[in-house]
């Protein structure tokens, strides 16, 4: 399979699994403290994705391949993390599986992280291929979760 098709196999993969974590929180009968959570945590999860996606502007792309004119981007929210559109998926998922307290939801935010990161080693695979400063900024920059106490020495 070509890196085309893998790469939209990887999104088509995440949007079944987001879609998993909707229905469930649509049928569950969740108590309204961990919604609340679930809700704050959607929230902040799509502040993080909105950012992230105005940072790449016209660069903003559905596959995970770099554009023809893309530039590699270290600075903004990319200087804190690789993937900060995918960590805020992954804010919003866990939020939808907080807010709909399903064994089910567990394990399908299990699956998304896992699938995010196949994703995420994908797509550094094609990054690197691309522009020669990726595997030093991949070595000093976390993937998903910003290391804060690093950062700030």
């Known amino acids: ?11 088509a993969g995440q949007f ?9 929180v649509w049928d569950g009968t969740t108590a309204i403290l961990p919604r609340a959570a ?10 993080v ?24 981007r270290v600075e903004g929210p990319y200087r804190l993390v690789r993937h900060p559109i ?9 939020g939808l599986a907080v807010a709909a307290g399903s064994t089910t939801a567990a ?10 990161t196949l994703k ?4 550094e695979r094609l990054l690197a291929a691309r522009f020669p400063g990726y595997p030093e900024y ?7 979760v910003p290391d804060l106490l690093r950062r700030g020495r």
Request: aromatic share 10%; hydrophobic share 55%; proline share 4%.
């Open 1 to 11: 399979m070509g890196d085309r098709w893998l790469g939209w196999l990887y999104v």
């Open 16 to 24: 079944a699994l987001v879609g998993v974590l909707l229905t469930e």
């Open 38 to 47: 679930g809700g704050l945590a959607v929230a902040a999860g799509l502040a």
């Open 49 to 72: 994705m909105v950012a992230a996606s105005r940072h790449l502007g016209r660069e903003l792309r559905t596959h995970p391949a770099p554009s023809s004119g893309a530039t590699l």
């Open 86 to 94: 995918y960590s805020g998926l992954l804010i919003s998922a866990l």
């Open 107 to 116: 394990a399908t935010f299990a699956v998304l992280v896992g699938w995010m």
């Open 120 to 123: 995420a080693r994908f797509e």
């Open 138 to 144: 991949a070595r000093r920059t976390p993937r998903f």
